[in-house]
């Protein structure tokens, strides 16, 4: 069942590809251009942050001639990678779920976006929370292997770094289905996310191995061809950011259109 939902969220995307670039390209775009011009604003800052980097220059005096506002600009980016991450999400939840079709730009006006964003940053604490626990918990099984040392060490760290990032993201995919929820005007609770998607425990934990797995052979790929040549190993990172994002999006989607509209699966 993991594996179908996995190709289901894949057909979605490519089987509607335009659409899924209409969602998408034109935001990153506009997240590129502020990206380039705070980091034109950063540099420019009478040389201030290159000076800072170079360590010709302290943090403190940095901040004190001025760069609380130019940290302040960051922030500001910050907010607006998460605006445009939320905006791709919710006008791709839209469009499978209410078949609303997008322009060169999805629309922005009467979208539920900031709630998105709210619901968002509010899960994603509640995640960090559980990832401190599990972590703390985590490294109490490192005592013994700490003791061994050598590769001992290297092994258990390897592990409990797998075991957090299957627990975070089980735990975001069983509370995240209230999120396309949120996206077509119909919210959910947590709660009600949680129970609704009870019934596919084992399936939501085969969907994060598969990722998992899928993300982490990317990865190693993408790295390679960094070595091979930059500019390609930038534009493959590009769209396998991308078909990652566009994926967790659709997995939700199916989720939501099935446990709580009780949309049949399609093989």
Not at 9 to 36: C, D, E, K, T, W
Not at 155 to 171: H, K, N, P, T
């Amino acid at each position: 069942m993991a594996f179908q939902i996995i190709r289901h969220a894949f057909a979605m995307i490519f089987g509607n590809l335009g659409q899924a670039l209409r969602v998408s390209v034109g935001p990153y775009l506009m997240l590129i251009l502020v990206i380039v011009a705070a980091g034109a604003a950063l540099v420019g800052n009478n040389g201030q942050l290159l000076r800072v980097m170079t360590g010709e220059v302290p943090p403190e005096h940095f901040i004190g001639q001025g760069g609380g506002g130019i940290l302040l600009f960051a922030l500001v980016v910050l907010v607006f990678i998460v605006f445009v991450a939320a905006w791709v999400a919710v006008s791709w939840h839209r469009f499978i779920l209410l078949e609303e079709y997008s322009g060169m730009l999805p629309a922005v006006s009467g979208r539920p976006i900031w709630p998105y964003v709210g619901r968002s940053l509010l899960y994603g604490f509640l995640i960090a929370l559980v990832a401190f626990a599990v972590g703390m918990i985590s490294s109490l099984f490192m005592i013994p292997f700490a003791a061994a040392g050598g590769d001992a060490v290297f092994v258990a760290g390897v592990i409990i770094g797998v075991v957090l990032v299957a627990v975070v993201s089980y735990v975001w995919f069983r509370i995240g289905v209230a999120l396309p929820a949120v996206a077509v005007g119909k919210p959910i609770s947590m709660g009600d996310a949680w129970r609704a998607t009870a019934e596919m425990s084992s399936t939501i934990f085969g969907i994060v191995f598969i990722i998992a797995f899928a993300s982490a052979i990317a990865g190693v790929a993408t790295q390679g061809l960094y070595g091979l040549s930059p500019i390609l190993g930038m534009v493959v990172d590009i769209f396998v950011q991308w078909v990652t994002l566009m994926v967790g999006v659709s997995v939700l989607t199916t989720l939501y259109g099935h446990l709580i509209e009780g949309r049949p699966l399609i093989d």
